[in-house]
């Protein structure tokens, strides 16, 4: 159960690092929607961490 648990995390993760990227490519990214998936990224990272 936990390691589904750690890889359903991971996958967010990695979602995530993808939108930001993304968002980024744009030509003129949207700095709300790049913080907002910042801090998801963040709340994501802390809870694989056990934080």
């Known amino acids: 159960m936990q390691n589904a648990h ?3 995390l991971e996958l967010k ?3 995530l690092d993808a939108r930001i ?3 980024n490519q744009r030509p003129h990214p949207d700095m709300a929607t ?3 998936l910042k801090k998801e ?3 994501v990272k802390e809870a ?3 934080i």
Request: net charge positive.
């Open 48 to 50: 694989m961490l056990g």
């Open 13 to 15: 993760h990695a979602g």
């Open 6 to 8: 750690m890889s359903a």
């Open 21 to 23: 990227s993304e968002e």
């Open 34 to 36: 790049l913080s907002r």
């Open 41 to 43: 990224k963040l709340r």
